[in-house]
């Protein structure tokens, strides 16, 4: 009787298509997620072949606290390679996070609530430094800083341009570190801001004005705590962008020997200290979730933050009065010193035999279209646009990117379909919760998770495979998506599915004629933004890539590496320039773009 | 709901196939074949290599130095019935051996046929003792490459030598234990050993017992008195340890730092690799002075690495293989054009092969007392213990 | 007490005039509303009152003083108005309880401690709401959140108080009470009240004046039963009023004065205005209410029943007449079967004219038939 009961109510589960779906996210998320780090934690605790093997002389494979017995309690060797370069992942972190959010939020701030001029440029451009690889703007910062009194004392723009030195903390270091984090992730804090600010009600803060209210005491009471989630969230995300950056604090860090987690993590994987480095992997998975948790906790369920859109199109915007001009042009010469320099600088590394020399009888084009056979001298065989090996890296870039977008924009759809069709059920929360876990995971971290799966027995075949690279970005760039279909989703009753659902319009039909024609532009915005993502993306696939240039940022993270800077600022640019003609094509074909992806 | 249970179960079965592909065959056949190629002339070979492409297989390379891809190009130019089967792939130094190691036997399509790496230590700990790959070489350069590059063999010598912006003038590096002196904080430039390799080769092979001894001496002729300390273990733990507290890390690869130092500040010096000057700008070429051609440096004015040839395990193409490392070792793959030889800074194993004149350069039987070199074996045995020796001092 | 007043003020945005010329004097202890159809530029106008919106013209007076001239380019801001504002959707700050909320203004006013926890008290139980202190907003119905914006609204015990629409987020049977609530409230507090409304029975019944807007421009500034018995054209007559007024096309015939010929459903009918007719001759609409169109069995008017529509109380009767389709309300419940033949009379002296095409009021008066 009662297995008969079972039997009906799992028919009943089953027979809603949104549970179909839940059930198969929550196992495919389950495997390709929590699998992948229950394998890196058991790598905790083994010993690997080559250097921990003769350290140990244990067998591989066997049970041991050596790695965390070397690592946590304070030796030279734990100060060295985990409590100091915690400290510093920390400030970069932390610093980065506050600095993104205060330049983000101040500029859509501006851009939302002022009467500033300039803001279609000013917005249009802001997000450019987001489009480049993070370790790109480090690059420029150095050629823009670097002088005489400092690294290899080589002479750099601004010295040589107005002869200004800046000391040593504010070229190398984690000052510039924060920096260029903070720059790269501002559009990040810019768009998710000023999206939650060009929709909150104007009302709530013209009846604090009306209430005699001054303008600060609006921000720092009303404003600001209505905003907090978007800027935890931002903060969130940045502090975990920062905490595992990899490619930044490479470049920034070494002259003045400052390391970071995810430094010490590649070098000791590298040198063969992999259960340690799987450590610290998981110290940056944990801080995530640890800082989700206080997120949660900060803001609570109570506060319900779901106001009713009001009559928004009335915003009064601030006037800037006599500040107006000064300000709009100091924004402007940011988004033109942060934004549109680094591309001209690009442009400009790219065309230059002997850098540094911007002489016109020193420019040449080889290093884009130059056929003479100069291995030699270069490395390359020729310009990059003639290069084979570029244009294979690029392909399986271009199309790494569209079948990832393919199967996050899809997924993150009926993600967003399922969960609200189910919401408050467990299994919604699970799934939700699920395909946001990525999010928390560093990408190196990522990376090395599924480099540890991959060389684990049973599963070596996906090794160095493009179907391994098409998982792992799928997986880490899934929550956006998932978050994007989830929001896009609730703006849809569910009685315009069931008016279909009435007449009998099958599951799959009511999908692609109701649901997704209604949602397009933002659906499509869910699709846009993994395409961005793998296209500037190389923390994530540095470890997992069978050889450098496999894809174009790893060859370019490598050209980068190995100093063939201008092979490596031509590729920046093509990758800027290749990301910009996608979203400006998306956007004009179908109305989407990428801030709408991120936004919402 | 039972159509679901049936999905599930497809899922897992098509899973399970590709896990069961993921086993190697042939590996025995691989291992006689290269020992049947040992004795085999090159034209042999190539009718053997011309039977493996025709069966559809392809060699792919992977490589740690770029020249690798100029060889291949030479090589398919040599024997035109391979011609665009020889695959070049670049790989990171640092993930040369994790990328191997799980690639190779893995089933993986375009998984490395052949590797050129360097680092011998590696390769023993993690190709050749878990039989990943294989040595392999020829009889017919047994008589002209010594013994000790035949297993693995070694395709090309590489050195990383004292160089120095001269446009302050000479620095008067006489003795490497000057480097250890205050006077040189923030000015000597070596890329971070923890990252890279062969950097960390050089400071474990100076604990060598020879080298201990070497750098007492060296302490001796500079001091005046003979080396001895409470404090460290040797001479050579005392001059890595106040060495490493010198050295700035500002480049972090041999290009920038050949580039960087060459347009830098007077009286910078570097330890890099001597080839990185065919980077540098000719108009900045005459600022930098290579210290072993201006004096002679009490202890080492550098140190030498190698470069090493191994055949994959499961590999479609043995002789093909075969064939290349024959190509690589012999007077055309090296000293061919715009190879190896033709760039200061590379030295063959063969000694049939000299350097060219034009080329600001000497053999390598020249450099054997003036370098540090790399003994495989030592730095196997005695990895752990100095790289963490090492490490701590990088981080401070 | 303040006195409100409104000179040439003209709203533009863009191209765009949303308020066009307006001129107004709100009394002291008044309650205006402000109605018209959306987009009529009725918020906008209480906005620009209220210094949320710049007026692109015109003079504002707030008590005697001038918080807006755009040719002096004085421009108080709102804080300085001494307002209260009460929007649509309450914006309840989402982050702070109830007693945060209703506290907020006057800490901004630095009122000790002490005094707060007593205005707040007093506001909470003025308006019912004691148990909710603790709440935050997401956890309050719609009434109990209109009453916390309400009592947000008046901790200051501003002079003047500005309503947009409040009770438009609120099912029929709370707008009822809540109307109620208001009225109390705008004798109990002393203060002027400018009401925003599209709803007319809202303005009707709630307010001391009613100012009707369309497209931006003022129509009748009134009582509401001046609106309501003397509407300035036809667009006031057409929107006040419900069931709406009746419009039949009819034309001059003779008359002079006071008096009037009409041709009306084909017969010529005799016109008695209360003054003077403002002018003779051409086209014309008359506008009869429906209860100035009984049923009788001696009716002259003759037509057949389009459809009844009783509510219990009374009953509206639709009937086709030439064409025209005429309202009448009958007290009490009848039921007419459709197409029944039906008679009707036109009583009273609030029968209008109203001049065509413009649709000006011409005369008030009364007809015979």
Known sequence: ??????????????????????????????????????????????????????LLRLPEGSFTWNHFQRLFPVSEWSVVNFWK??????????????????????????????????????????????????????????????????????????????????????????????????????????????????????????????????????????????????????????????????????????????????????????????????????????????????????????????????????????????ANTPLSLLLCAYVLFFAIAPLISFALESVIRQPGNYHLSNMTLHFWIGTEASAYETGMISGILLNPTMWKALGRQVLLALIVAMIVGTSGMLIGYSCVRQRGSRLSRWVESMAFFPYLMPAMAFGTIYLAVATSQGFKFLYGTFALLILVASIKFLPFASRSGINSMLQISPEIEEAAMVVGVPWWKRMVRIMFPIQKSSILSGYLLPVISVMREVALFTLLVPYARYLLTTMLFSFNETGYSQYGSAVTLLIVLIIILINTLTNKLTGASFDKGIGG | MKRIIACLMLVCMLFATFCGAAFAEGEDAVQSALTAAQSMSNEELYEKAKEEVAAGAQLNFYSTTSFAEKAADNFMAAYPELAGKVIYAEIDDGETYTILQNTIGSGVENSADMALTQNGSDLRTFMLDEGLTYSYFPDMYKDVVPEEFQSPAVVTFIDSLFIYNNTAGDIGLTNVWQLTEPAWSGKVFFKDPTNETVNINFLIMLTSPEWTERMAAAYEAY?????????????????????????????????????????????????????????????????LTVVQFNNEVEGFSGFMYNVYATVAKDTECPYTCALFINYLLGEEGFAGENSWNSSQGYYSPNSSIAKPEELEDEAYDYWSDKLVFEDADYIYDNYADVFEYIAVRVGN | MPHISLEHITKRFGKFVAVDDLDLEIDDRGFITLLGPSGCGKTTTLR??????????????????????????????????????????????????????????????????????????????????????????????????????IARTLAPSP?????????????????????????????????????????????????????????????????????????????????????????????????????AVLRLFGREVRFTARGPIASHGGELTVGIRPEFLPIEADGVIQGIAYSTLPSGMETTVKALVDGVMLTSVVFGSVDYPVDAPIRMNIRGDGIILFDEPGGRQIAIGSLAL
């Open chain 1, 1 to 54: 009787m009662h297995e008969k009961k079972l039997s009906h109510r799992m028919k009943a589960f089953f027979s809603k298509p949104s549970n179909i779906l839940l059930v198969i996210f929550l196992t495919v998320l389950f495997v390709l997620s929590v699998l992948p780090l229950l394998t890196m934690i058991s790598n905790m605790f083994t010993v690997h072949i080559g250097t921990e093997k003769k």
């Open chain 1, 85 to 322: 370069p915690l400290g510093n992942s920390f400030v970069v972190a932390i610093g980065a996070g506050v600095l993104g959010i205060l330049i983000g939020g101040t500029v859509a701030w501006f851009i939302t609530r002022s009467n500033m001029k300039y803001k279609k440029f000013i917005s249009a451009v802001f997000v450019f430094p987001y489009m480049m690889p993070a370790w790109t703007l480090a690059l420029f910062w150095i050629n823009v800083f670097k002088n005489s009194q400092v690294g290899g004392g080589n002479v750099g723009m601004l010295e040589s341009m107005f002869g200004i030195c800046m000391p040593e903390w504010f070229v190398y270091g984690l000052f510039p570190m924060v920096i260029v984090i903070a720059l790269h992730y501002s559009p990040f804090a810019y768009l998710l801001i000023g999206g939650i600010l060009k929709n909150m009600d104007a009302t709530l803060e013209e009846s604090a004005t009306i209430l005699k209210a001054g303008r600060f005491k609006i921000i720092r009471r009303i404003t600001m705590p209505i905003v907090m989630p978007a800027i935890l969230s931002t903060f969130l995300l940045i502090f975990s962008s920062g905490f595992s950056s990899y490619t930044v604090p490479v470049f920034l860090g070494s002259a003045v020997k400052t390391f970071t987690l995810s430094t010490k993590m590649r070098a000791l994987i590298n040198a063969g200290y992999q259960g340690q480095g799987y450590i610290i992997a998981f110290v940056s998975i944990a801080l995530g979730c640890f800082i989700l948790g206080l997120n949660q906790w900060v803001t609570g369920k109570r506060k319900s933050y779901t106001t009713v859109t009001g009559k928004s199109g009335q915003v009064s915007l601030v006037d800037l009065k006599k």
């Open chain 2, 223 to 287: 001091y005046g008195e003979p080396w001895a300390s409470d404090e460290y273990e040797s001479a050579s733990y005392e001059w890595i340890d106040k060495f490493l507290a010198n050295v700035n890390y500002t480049y972090t690869s041999a290009s920038d730092m050949a580039k960087g130092i060459a347009s830098g500040a007077g009286g910078n010096l570097g330890l890099f690799v001597f080839s990185k000057l065919r980077k540098v700008d000719e108009a900045d070429r005459g600022n």
């Open chain 3, 48 to 149: 620009m009152i209220a210094g949320l919106e710049t007026p692109t013209e015109g003079r504002i007076t707030l008590d005697g003083k001038v918080v807006f001239d755009a040719d002096k380019g004085i421009n108080i801001p709102p804080a300085a108005r001494d307002i209260g504002f009460l929007f649509q959707n309450y914006a309840l700050w989402p982050h702070m309880t109830v007693y945060q909320n209703i506290a907020f203004g006057l800490e901004n006013l630095k009122w000790s401690k002490q005094d707060i926890r007593k205005r707040v008290d007093e506001l909470l139980a003025l308006l019912k709401i004691e148990d909710f202190e603790k709440r935050y907003p997401s956890e309050l119905s719609g009434g109990q959140q209109q009453r916390v914006a």
């Open chain 3, 159 to 259: 002079k003047v108080l500005f309503m947009d629409e409040p009770l438009s987020n609120l099912d029929a049977k709370l707008r009822q009470e809540m109307r109620t609530e208001l009225k109390r409230l705008h004798s109990d507090t002393n203060s002027t009240f400018v009401y925003v409304t599209h709803d007319q029975l809202e303005a009707m019944t709630l307010s001391t004046k009613v100012c009707l807007m369309n497209n931006g421009v003022l129509q009748q500034y009134a009582p509401p039963l001046t609106v309501y018995n003397e509407p300035a054209n036809r667009f006031v007559a057409e929107f006040v009023g419900n069931p709406t007024m009746n419009f039949v096309p009819a034309q001059f015939v003779s008359g002079e004065g006071e008096q």
